[in-house]
């Protein structure tokens, strides 16, 4: 499978005046990408105690990256010709995982993705403010035109299964979407060993699991996942979201307390596997 991500770039740069926005960077440049490439920035909570637990799963996705994209992180409030920002065509990909880039540009990219022969888009919204509703489905409508696959995950790791068979494919082969472990307990309720089976798309399911190993099942292994689910740190946006009625972060959160909560559970002996 090839992907092609379209994202902003982290300019450190701010609006000028009142007539300019600034879009998102930081969930794609700081957590997504680096988490696909298995590079050292996807995980450094535990700085020099750090063993790179996340080795022991095959994690870096580079291969499959087909493009990656970087657009402005600064704009006119309203974009007139959103087409000058993009490139001409895009090389071909399966799914084009569209992460925190202008609305005006966002509508336009369906027909650009058909004509690179892409099957899917993906557009995670770890904002309130990131893709309106009008945006959303102005967006939706140029996709079915267009025969395109499409997601809108409000936050990313709340994505799930459903109608469409290559974003069903793209979640199993990165193994990111809402989060799943398996955890394997002792005769005392003691988490000896945890396995990721599928991670949020920062790649937070990694660092939990580190930090479950050890804890008791119950009260104490739901502290340890508001710790470090929470310390990670999530990027969810912390306004009220108007569709959710909630803050996009404490989704996040309910996310990683359900995996807990719903975990495959394998009775071991202790010291064994």
């Known amino acids: 499978m090839k992907i092609t991500i379209i994202y902003s770039e982290k300019s450190g740069k701010h609006p000028e005046n009142i007539f300019q926005m600034k879009t998102d960077s930081r969930f794609a440049n700081v957590k997504f990408i680096p988490h696909l490439k298995d590079e050292p920035l996807a995980c450094n909570l535990c700085g020099k105690k750090c063993y790179w637990c996340r080795g022991q799963y095959p994690l870096d996705f580079s291969e499959h990256i087909q493009e990656l994209i970087e657009l402005p992180d600064i704009y006119p409030l309203f974009v007139d010709e959103p087409l000058e920002y993009l490139p001409k065509t895009f090389l071909p990909s399966d799914v084009f995982v569209v992460i925190g880039v202008h609305q005006d540009i966002l509508v336009e990219l369906p027909r650009l993705i058909n004509e690179a022969g892409g099957k899917a888009i993906l557009v995670p919204c770890e904002g309130s403010d990131w893709v309106s509703r009008w945006t959303r489905e102005k967006t939706i409508e140029e996709c079915e035109r267009f025969g395109l696959e499409y997601d809108f995950p409000k936050p990313f790791c709340a994505m799930k299964?459903?109608?469409?068979?290559?974003?069903?494919?793209?979640?199993?082969?990165?193994?990111?979407?809402?989060?799943?472990?398996?955890?394997?307990?002792?005769?005392?309720?003691?988490?000896?060993?945890?396995?990721?089976?599928?991670?949020?798309?920062?790649?937070?399911?990694?660092?939990?699991?580190?930090?479950?190993?050890?804890?008791?099942?119950?009260?104490?292994?739901?502290?340890?996942?508001?710790?470090?689910?929470?310390?990670?740190?999530?990027?969810?946006?912390?306004?009220?979201?108007?569709?959710?009625?909630?803050?996009?972060?404490?989704?996040?959160?309910?996310?990683?307390?359900?995996?807990?909560?719903?975990?495959?559970?394998?009775?071991?002996?202790?010291?064994?596997?």
């Open 161 to 273: 299964k459903g109608k469409f068979e290559t974003i069903n494919r793209f979640m199993d082969f990165f193994r990111i979407g809402k989060p799943k472990i398996r955890l394997y307990i002792d005769e005392e309720d003691i988490i000896r060993k945890v396995d990721v089976l599928v991670s949020a798309p920062c790649g937070n399911g990694y660092n939990i699991a580190k930090h479950l190993l050890g804890v008791k099942l119950g009260e104490d292994a739901k502290k340890c996942v508001a710790k470090y689910w929470h310390s990670f740190p999530c990027m969810g946006g912390m306004q009220i979201d108007p569709e959710l009625g909630d803050t996009i972060l404490h989704i996040g959160g309910y996310l990683h307390y359900n995996a807990l909560d719903h975990a495959e559970i394998v009775r071991i002996q202790k010291n064994r596997e």
